[in-house]
Antibody
Framework: QVQLVQSGAEVKKPGASVKVSCKAS????????LHWVRQAPGQGLEWMGI????????TYAQKLRGRVTMTRDTSASTVYMDLSSLRSEDTAMYYC??????????????WGQGTLVTVSS | QSALTQPASVSGSPGQSITISCAGT?????????VSWYQQHPGKAPKLMIY???NRPSGVSNRFSGSKSGNTASLAISGLQAEDEADYYC??????????FGGGTKLTVL
């Protein structure tokens, strides 16, 4: 069965960076795009970006460009989300989620369990 | 990219039908048939309910349906059940190949 398993909770100081991992299993890793979505406490969902695990190409939300980097390790079926220059507003639950086989689709069918990132001095 | 516009809350009694709207622009909802809807219970990850405007993933009840007219998409839920009480989010593909979410709608089953 399809599973996305994320790394554990993180506590970071303002200005630091955080790297969250998402290990995929149960399907062909390179055949489906992967999204990152975050949710601040009590707030709505915010789309962060998407990565094509096959070639590694990425598209990021304009708001986060320059601070977010998404990468993948095909040998480990794992994608990574690196967010730098952290501020208190980055405190949120971070989710990875499987997209479709094409870039242009709204299909996002499997979600990781979420990783809580807390930014506090 | 501005968030899509959803009502903050909707409510209905068991057995009734409700509709949640999702207003976008000609750069997202109005331009592409790539609108999806998610259900989220407290403390849980979102669950896909509808994709590409009106497609239901396997396992999702046929009480849930999606549609679109112009720049506005809608999620309809018929035969409301207590377990439908949750937050609902719409999302759309955009002209810059990004995605945008709505602000979310809290559904209360009275």
């Amino acid at each position: 069965q399809v599973q996305l398993v994320q790394s554990g909770a993180e506590v970071k100081k303002p200005g630091a960076s955080v790297k969250v991992s998402c290990k995929a299993s149960g399907y062909t890793f390179t055949s489906y795009y992967l999204h990152w979505v975050r949710q601040a406490p009590g707030q709505g969902l915010e789309w962060m970006g998407i990565i094509n695990p096959s070639g590694g190409s990425t598209t990021y939300a304009q708001k986060l460009r320059g601070r977010v980097t998404m990468t993948r390790d095909t040998s480990a079926s794992t994608v990574y989300m690196d967010l730098s220059s952290l501020r208190s507003e980055d405190t949120a639950m971070y989710y990875c989620a499987r997209g479709g086989k094409e870039m242009a689709t709204s299909l996002v069918d499997y979600w990781g369990q979420g990783t809580l990132v807390t930014v506090s001095s | 990219q501005s968030a899509l516009t959803q009502p903050a809350s909707v409510s209905g009694s068991p057995g009734q039908s409700i509709t949640i709207s999702c207003a976008g622009t000609s750069s997202d909802v109005g331009r592409y048939n790539f609108v999806s809807w998610y259900q989220q219970h407290p403390g849980k990850a979102p669950k896909l309910m509808i994709y590409d405007v009106n497609n239901r993933p396997s396992g999702v009840s046929n009480r849930f349906s999606g549609s679109k007219s112009g720049n506005t998409a809608s999620l309809a839920i018929s035969g409301l059940q207590a377990e439908d009480e949750a937050d609902y989010y719409c999302s759309s593909y955009t002209t810059s190949s990004t995605r945008v979410f709505g602000g979310g709608t809290k559904l209360t089953v009275l």
